[in-house]
Protein backbone atom coordinates (compact mmCIF):
# COMPACT_ATOMS: atom_id res chain seq x y z
CA UNK A 1 0.00 0.00 0.00
CA UNK A 2 1.81 2.93 -1.07
CA UNK A 3 0.26 5.76 1.13
CA UNK A 4 2.47 8.34 -1.18
CA UNK A 5 1.80 8.83 -4.78
CA UNK A 6 4.73 10.75 -6.50
CA UNK A 7 4.56 11.98 -10.12
CA UNK A 8 6.36 11.91 -12.76
CA UNK A 9 8.79 9.14 -12.33
CA UNK A 10 10.61 10.82 -14.82
CA UNK A 11 11.20 14.65 -15.69
CA UNK A 12 13.55 16.06 -18.54
CA UNK A 13 14.20 19.94 -19.09
CA UNK A 14 15.99 22.36 -20.38
CA UNK A 15 18.44 24.94 -18.35
CA UNK A 16 16.40 27.65 -16.81
CA UNK A 17 13.23 25.29 -16.75
CA UNK A 18 10.87 24.78 -13.88
CA UNK A 19 10.51 21.45 -13.13
CA UNK A 20 7.58 20.62 -10.98
CA UNK A 21 7.25 16.77 -9.20
CA UNK A 22 3.68 16.18 -7.60
CA UNK A 23 3.28 14.40 -4.43
CA UNK A 24 -0.64 13.05 -3.03
CA UNK A 25 -0.84 11.39 0.47
CA UNK A 26 -3.49 9.87 2.11
CA UNK A 27 -2.76 9.48 5.64
CA UNK A 28 -3.98 12.33 7.49
CA UNK A 29 -2.27 12.09 10.57
CA UNK A 30 0.87 13.43 8.39
CA UNK A 31 1.95 16.46 9.28
CA UNK A 32 5.87 17.01 8.10
CA UNK A 33 6.07 16.77 4.46
CA UNK A 34 10.50 17.14 3.61
CA UNK A 35 11.31 16.46 0.06
CA UNK A 36 15.06 14.39 -0.49
CA UNK A 37 17.43 14.85 -3.02
CA UNK A 38 19.93 12.18 -4.22
CA UNK A 39 22.85 12.05 -6.29
CA UNK A 40 24.03 8.60 -7.70
CA UNK A 41 26.17 6.61 -4.98
CA UNK A 42 24.70 8.70 -1.94
CA UNK A 43 22.37 8.78 0.26
CA UNK A 44 19.36 11.02 0.31
CA UNK A 45 19.51 14.36 1.91
CA UNK A 46 17.20 16.90 3.15
CA UNK A 47 16.29 19.63 0.38
CA UNK A 48 13.57 21.36 1.78
CA UNK A 49 10.50 20.28 4.17
CA UNK A 50 7.23 21.95 5.10
CA UNK A 51 4.54 21.34 7.76
CA UNK A 52 0.78 21.66 6.63
CA UNK A 53 -0.01 24.86 8.56
CA UNK A 54 1.69 26.76 6.31
CA UNK A 55 1.12 26.94 2.09
CA UNK A 56 4.40 27.53 0.43
CA UNK A 57 8.09 27.76 1.36
CA UNK A 58 10.66 28.77 -0.31
CA UNK A 59 15.04 27.95 0.31
CA UNK A 60 16.66 29.24 -2.62
CA UNK A 61 15.60 28.01 -6.27
CA UNK A 62 13.14 25.60 -4.25
CA UNK A 63 9.43 25.57 -3.27
CA UNK A 64 7.56 23.57 -1.89
CA UNK A 65 3.40 24.32 -2.56
CA UNK A 66 1.07 22.36 -0.29
CA UNK A 67 -2.61 22.36 -0.33
CA UNK A 68 -4.08 20.22 3.05
CA UNK A 69 -7.68 20.24 1.93
CA UNK A 70 -6.59 17.94 -1.51
CA UNK A 71 -3.97 16.25 0.17
CA UNK A 72 -1.39 17.05 -2.33
CA UNK A 73 1.79 18.84 -2.38
CA UNK A 74 4.70 19.94 -5.07
CA UNK A 75 7.97 21.03 -5.49
CA UNK A 76 9.15 23.85 -7.54
CA UNK A 77 12.85 24.24 -8.79
CA UNK A 78 13.62 27.78 -10.51
CA UNK A 79 15.72 28.73 -12.62
CA UNK A 80 16.74 24.81 -12.97
CA UNK A 81 20.44 23.96 -13.34
CA UNK A 82 22.51 20.91 -14.88
CA UNK A 83 23.74 20.35 -10.98
CA UNK A 84 20.03 19.59 -9.96
CA UNK A 85 20.07 16.65 -12.03
CA UNK A 86 19.11 13.46 -9.66
CA UNK A 87 16.36 11.74 -8.05
CA UNK A 88 14.11 13.48 -6.20
CA UNK A 89 11.57 11.79 -3.30
CA UNK A 90 8.89 13.43 -1.36
CA UNK A 91 7.94 11.79 1.76
CA UNK A 92 5.79 12.29 4.29
CA UNK A 93 5.57 11.46 8.43
CA UNK A 94 3.41 11.74 11.52
CA UNK A 95 3.34 11.70 15.16
CA UNK A 96 2.08 8.87 17.12
CA UNK A 97 3.64 9.31 19.99
CA UNK A 98 6.17 11.81 19.60
CA UNK A 99 8.73 9.45 18.02
CA UNK A 100 7.53 9.00 14.66
CA UNK A 101 8.98 11.69 12.56
CA UNK A 102 12.06 9.72 11.06
CA UNK A 103 9.40 6.89 10.23
CA UNK A 104 8.91 8.16 6.53
CA UNK A 105 7.00 7.20 3.97
CA UNK A 106 8.25 8.12 0.78
CA UNK A 107 7.30 8.48 -2.58
CA UNK A 108 8.78 5.94 -5.12
CA UNK A 109 11.08 9.32 -6.95
CA UNK A 110 10.88 10.89 -9.38
CA UNK A 111 14.25 10.82 -12.05
CA UNK A 112 15.15 14.92 -13.19
CA UNK A 113 17.19 15.37 -16.02
CA UNK A 114 18.41 19.43 -16.50
CA UNK A 115 20.08 19.80 -20.39
CA UNK A 116 22.57 22.41 -20.48
CA UNK B 1 32.70 15.28 10.44
CA UNK B 2 31.52 11.52 9.35
CA UNK B 3 27.56 11.65 10.10
CA UNK B 4 26.38 8.30 9.34
CA UNK B 5 28.81 5.71 8.25
CA UNK B 6 27.53 1.97 7.06
CA UNK B 7 29.36 -1.09 6.07
CA UNK B 8 30.19 -2.99 3.99
CA UNK B 9 29.67 -0.38 1.20
CA UNK B 10 28.58 -3.90 -1.27
CA UNK B 11 28.42 -7.25 -0.64
CA UNK B 12 27.66 -10.27 -2.91
CA UNK B 13 25.87 -13.31 -0.37
CA UNK B 14 24.92 -17.06 -1.44
CA UNK B 15 21.24 -17.38 -0.71
CA UNK B 16 20.79 -18.63 2.78
CA UNK B 17 23.96 -17.09 3.69
CA UNK B 18 24.13 -14.68 6.74
CA UNK B 19 25.08 -10.98 7.24
CA UNK B 20 25.50 -8.12 9.26
CA UNK B 21 25.17 -4.47 8.07
CA UNK B 22 26.69 -1.86 10.80
CA UNK B 23 25.54 1.53 11.57
CA UNK B 24 27.56 4.22 13.07
CA UNK B 25 26.43 7.84 14.21
CA UNK B 26 28.51 10.63 15.28
CA UNK B 27 25.88 13.16 15.98
CA UNK B 28 24.71 11.98 19.47
CA UNK B 29 21.02 11.19 17.86
CA UNK B 30 18.85 9.55 20.03
CA UNK B 31 16.81 7.85 17.20
CA UNK B 32 18.12 5.55 14.33
CA UNK B 33 16.75 3.66 11.62
CA UNK B 34 17.44 1.11 8.09
CA UNK B 35 15.58 1.95 5.19
CA UNK B 36 15.78 -0.23 1.62
CA UNK B 37 15.80 1.23 -1.55
CA UNK B 38 14.36 -0.30 -4.92
CA UNK B 39 13.70 0.41 -8.13
CA UNK B 40 10.27 1.97 -8.50
CA UNK B 41 9.54 1.92 -5.16
CA UNK B 42 11.14 5.20 -3.01
CA UNK B 43 12.90 3.92 0.14
CA UNK B 44 11.03 1.55 2.83
CA UNK B 45 11.17 1.42 6.36
CA UNK B 46 12.58 -1.93 7.82
CA UNK B 47 13.71 -1.33 11.24
CA UNK B 48 13.73 1.68 13.92
CA UNK B 49 14.94 2.35 17.02
CA UNK B 50 13.58 4.85 18.93
CA UNK B 51 15.99 5.65 21.66
CA UNK B 52 18.98 3.98 23.07
CA UNK B 53 17.45 0.08 23.83
CA UNK B 54 14.35 0.15 21.60
CA UNK B 55 13.67 -1.14 18.89
CA UNK B 56 10.45 -1.42 17.06
CA UNK B 57 9.14 -2.99 12.71
CA UNK B 58 8.74 -0.69 10.17
CA UNK B 59 6.96 -1.49 7.21
CA UNK B 60 9.10 -4.37 5.79
CA UNK B 61 11.00 -6.43 8.56
CA UNK B 62 10.50 -10.01 7.42
CA UNK B 63 13.74 -11.55 7.05
CA UNK B 64 15.64 -8.85 9.08
CA UNK B 65 16.97 -8.34 12.42
CA UNK B 66 18.25 -5.38 14.25
CA UNK B 67 20.49 -4.82 17.70
CA UNK B 68 20.80 -1.19 18.75
CA UNK B 69 24.38 -1.80 20.30
CA UNK B 70 24.67 1.44 21.98
CA UNK B 71 23.49 5.34 21.27
CA UNK B 72 25.89 5.50 18.24
CA UNK B 73 25.36 2.17 16.36
CA UNK B 74 22.69 0.32 14.98
CA UNK B 75 23.07 -3.16 12.84
CA UNK B 76 20.91 -4.77 10.68
CA UNK B 77 21.08 -8.62 10.30
CA UNK B 78 20.21 -11.16 7.74
CA UNK B 79 19.60 -14.09 8.92
CA UNK B 80 19.01 -16.36 5.83
CA UNK B 81 19.57 -14.11 2.69
CA UNK B 82 16.79 -14.33 0.13
CA UNK B 83 17.35 -12.88 -3.36
CA UNK B 84 14.60 -10.78 -2.43
CA UNK B 85 16.12 -8.91 0.01
CA UNK B 86 18.99 -7.38 -3.70
CA UNK B 87 18.46 -4.21 -2.79
CA UNK B 88 20.45 -0.82 -1.70
CA UNK B 89 20.20 -0.44 2.14
CA UNK B 90 20.45 2.88 3.69
CA UNK B 91 20.76 4.05 7.72
CA UNK B 92 19.62 6.74 9.00
CA UNK B 93 19.39 8.77 12.17
CA UNK B 94 17.78 11.88 13.97
CA UNK B 95 17.27 13.86 16.94
CA UNK B 96 13.83 12.60 17.98
CA UNK B 97 10.89 15.34 17.56
CA UNK B 98 8.95 16.94 14.67
CA UNK B 99 10.70 18.70 11.98
CA UNK B 100 14.46 17.46 12.86
CA UNK B 101 16.56 16.76 10.31
CA UNK B 102 16.97 13.25 9.53
CA UNK B 103 20.37 11.95 8.02
CA UNK B 104 21.56 9.13 5.68
CA UNK B 105 24.41 7.11 5.23
CA UNK B 106 25.94 6.83 1.81
CA UNK B 107 24.11 3.17 1.52
CA UNK B 108 25.00 -0.26 1.25
CA UNK B 109 24.97 -2.05 -1.73
CA UNK B 110 23.57 -5.86 -1.23
CA UNK B 111 23.26 -8.81 -3.80
CA UNK B 112 21.94 -12.13 -2.96
CA UNK B 113 22.39 -14.54 -5.62
Keep these: ?116 | NAGVTQTPKFQVLKTGQSMTLQCAQDMNHNSMYWYRQDPGMGLRLIYYSASEGTTDKGEVPNGYNVSRLNKREFSLRLESAAPSQTSVYFCASNRQGRGNTIYFGEGSWLTVV
Aim: with cysteine.
Design chain 1, 1 to 116: QQQVKQSPQSLIVQKGGIPIINCAYENTAFDYFPWYQQFPGKGPALLIAIRPDVSEKKEGRFTISFNKSAKQFSLHIMDSQPGDSATYFCAASGNAGGTSYGKLTFGQGTILTVHP
